[in-house]
């Protein structure tokens, strides 16, 4: 069974940071590429960041670029997400999950964690 | 503001069947036909229910179908259960015509009661 467990969120003030993390089991973590979303309170999905299988690529949406940092360790089913110089806006659900693409493209996401909240407030 | 469009509700009575639509453009579906949809109930995490346009994965019920004509793609429910009632979220790719990336991007959802 698939599963995808985030830790780490919690109450920040502005300007603080957190680390993310996101433990994977269930399947062969080294071979799928993985996102981050994110869900502000009462609100929809957003994209936030992607890393493929092997780290070569990431991405990240212009909202969290030069703030966010993706990154995975496969020896341990890890992946994570440094998150710096928060904003009020950056408080949010962070979904792991697992992301299929067909080539360079993804396609969807297949498996999504609980979720972790951060809360950026003072 | 999200790229594709749904309607923020959509209602209906047990047994009958609804539909929810999710409308972009060419650019907005990356030129691809990767939509996929996302049940999620409050507190949850979100569930996949369709992907590219009409797959379901194994075991959502066959209840649920999907479907694309031009910029509009469109999940239906038939025979609605009480447990359908949740927010559904469309998805597709980012435009193509300005990015490295072709990333995810996701419908403002949709809230769907059971009456």
């Known amino acids: 069974e698939v599963q995808l467990v985030e830790s780490g969120g919690g109450l920040v003030k502005p300007g603080g940071s957190l680390r993310l993390s996101c433990a994977a089991s269930?399947?062969?973590?080294?071979?799928?590429?993985m996102n981050w979303v994110r869900q502000a309170p009462g609100k929809g999905l957003e994209w936030v960041s992607s890393?493929?299988?092997?780290?070569?690529?990431?991405y990240y949406a212009d909202s969290v670029k030069g703030r966010f940092s993706i990154s995975r360790d496969n020896t341990k089913n890890s992946l994570y997400l440094q998150i710096n110089s928060l904003t009020a806006e950056d408080t949010a659900v962070y979904y792991c999950?697992?992301?299929?693409?067909?080539?360079?493209?993804?396609?969807?996401?297949?498996?999504w964690g609980l979720g972790t909240l951060v809360t950026v407030s003072s | 503001q999200s790229a594709l469009t749904q309607p923020p509700s959509a209602s209906g009575s047990p047994g009958q069947s609804v539909t929810i639509s999710c409308t972009g453009t060419s650019s907005d579906f990356g030129g691809y036909n990767y939509v996929s949809w996302y049940q999620q109930h409050p507190g949850k995490a979100p569930k996949l229910m369709i992907y590219?346009?009409?797959k379901r994965p194994s075991g959502v019920p066959d209840r649920f179908s999907g479907s694309k004509s031009g910029n509009t793609a469109s999940l239906t429910i038939y025979g609605l259960q009480a447990e359908d009632e949740a927010d559904y979220y469309c998805s597709s790719n980012a435009d193509s015509n300005n990015l490295l990336f072709n990333n995810l991007v996701f419908g403002g959802g949709t809230r769907l009661t059971v009456l």
């Open positions: 269930g399947f062969t973590f080294s071979s799928f590429h």
């Open positions: 590219d346009v009409n």
């Open positions: 999950a697992r992301e299929r693409w067909i080539g360079a493209v993804p396609t969807h996401v297949d498996f």
């Open positions: 890393i493929t299988s092997d780290s070569t690529y990431i």
